[in-house]
């Protein structure tokens, strides 16, 4: 066949123009042109931990560290877990028997690639599908400089079934995460002449590079069968989204970065890392909470830990906060002789840094309300225990002003699928969404009537 008569190194290909999709700064780039930003801005962000959460019997000795509450509706009582967000009750919805029928089928570790997108991953078919984070996005791209910001501890995308990104674009590619506080800090609010002369700077040669791509990819393409073309076009659509982000930053940077509050700057910790698992947490809880003070993104993910295992430097958070065990120890050991309230303390500990998240939120003002009351946040893993890819332990705060009704614990069924409750959550920021992945309607005891 014609197109076998000549052979392209892939090492030399990539090597060829890989530098110019390298860049990590590229990742979280902003927006069309600048445009004054909305008087009331809607929010959304979601929080994943890995493994599922303790749920001993309702009516065993260690009942007290199990996850979900007692009772249901309004008159709910928290358990030891979840009691450090007594203080944010009337801003919390706590939700059971919501997951994903497509992560019911697939292994017990495989499910937080999917726990955004709604996606089934297997062996035969490792691509995922766009998450619900970037389909806001998108609703508000041209008000803000970046239009996500996209967290994880361990940083990057990890590897198919064991992510390290919750985010995934409209072509179903893993969005690098970013894990150094400090880094984070800079790319939101770094000033200065010298930073922003070495921003220009790399700017024009990022697009002076992707120029040089795209016009040596349409010489290639001609050369390629019509299987070839169809996987090139794919890589192309990339190429030319991060051009755009490179032309919208080009927009954005004369624009001057927001100023932060005195006591804001005091309270961050930008050196903190992975080896202090608390302050490293509440610092990136408090970098998405100034990225939306501020208005420099309406939209973010946060992957604290995920289902690596062994290899995720959140794997041994649970040790570093004086655990005898790893988190995969702790959540495979939660039906074995005190295995329930270990894990629950660790489950507690988690709690607590999203009060704290959730505290800030709520004493921010805005509009005759809360940064929180316009900010839909959802907390979560999807497993309940585990390997159970049932029952996801899921909290919905924040949106009050957005139509949001809270105080209650809900239950439901499984034939009400976790995307019913992202079209709720997408309707409440402004993405006129009537259908995501296999949902059949909105949670409607969510919304205020």
């Keep these: 066949m014609a197109n076998k008569s000549w052979h392209l190194s892939r090492r030399t290909f990539l090597m060829g123009t890989g530098v110019s999709l390298g860049l990590p700064w590229l990742e979280c780039m902003g927006n069309e042109q600048p445009q004054p930003a909305t008087a009331k801005p809607k929010r959304l962000c979601a929080m994943y931990f890995g493994f599922g959460v303790s749920l001993p019997n309702a009516d065993s000795e260690q009942a007290q560290w199990r996850w979900f509450p007692n009772g249901e509706g309004r008159d709910y009582e928290f358990t030891e877990t979840l009691k450090p967000l007594s203080a944010q009750r009337e801003n919390i919805t706590i939700l059971g028997g919501l997951s994903h029928p497509n992560g019911r089928k697939m292994g017990g570790h495989d499910t937080g690639d999917t726990?955004?997108?709604?996606?089934?991953?297997n062996n035969q078919y490792l691509r995922n599908t766009v998450s619900i984070d970037q389909?806001?996005?998108q609703a508000c791209d041209d008000q803000t400089r970046f239009s996500s910001l996209v967290l994880s501890t361990d940083g990057g995308v990890g590897e198919p079934t064991r992510s390290s990104t919750l985010s995934y674009s409209d072509q179903g590619r893993p969005l690098p995460a970013l894990n150094q506080p400090q880094q984070i800090f800079d790319r939101f609010f770094g000033a200065g002449d010298a930073d922003l002369r070495n921003r220009r700077r790399q700017l024009n040669s990022a697009s002076g590079m992707l120029d040089r791509v795209l016009e040596d990819s349409r010489s290639l393409r001609r050369r390629l069968g019509k299987q070839d073309q169809e996987k090139f076009d794919d890589y192309l659509g990339s190429v030319r989204q991060i051009e755009q982000r490179v032309e919208r930053s080009q927009r954005w940077l004369e624009i001057p970065r927001p100023e932060l509050r005195d006591e804001e700057r005091?309270?961050?910790?930008?050196?903190?890392d992975d080896k202090a698992p608390q302050l490293f947490i509440r610092t990136m809880y408090d970098l998405i909470y100034l990225a939306f003070r501020t208005d420099s993104t309406r939209v973010a993910t946060y992957q604290i830990?995920?289902?690596a295992d062994a290899s995720s430097k959140a794997g041994k958070f649970p040790q570093l906060e004086g655990f005898k065990s790893s988190l995969h120890n702790l959540a495979h050991g939660w039906n074995k002789p005190e295995g329930a309230e270990k894990l629950g303390q660790w489950d507690r500990f988690m709690a607590e840094q999203f009060a704290y998240f959730l505290g800030n939120l709520s004493s921010a003002a805005e509009d005759g309300?809360?940064?929180?009351?316009?900010?839909?946040v959802l907390y979560g893993s999807s497993n309940s225990t585990t390997h159970d890819n049932n029952?996801?332990?899921?909290i919905l705060a924040g949106g009050k002003q957005l139509g949001l009704e809270h105080g209650r614990y809900l239950k439901f069924g499984n034939e009400v699928p976790l995307s019913n409750l992202f079209v709720t959550m997408l309707n409440r920021v402004g993405v006129d969404c009537e259908s995501f992945a296999d949902s059949t309607g909105e949670i409607k005891e969510l919304v205020r009537s």
């Design 115 to 121: 726990f955004l997108t709604a996606a089934l991953l």
């Design 135 to 137: 389909v806001a996005a």
């Design 266 to 272: 005091d309270r961050l910790h930008l050196d903190s």
């Design 305 to 307: 830990t995920n289902m």
């Design 369 to 376: 309300g809360s940064v929180l009351d316009h900010t839909v």
């Design 391 to 394: 029952n996801y332990p899921l």
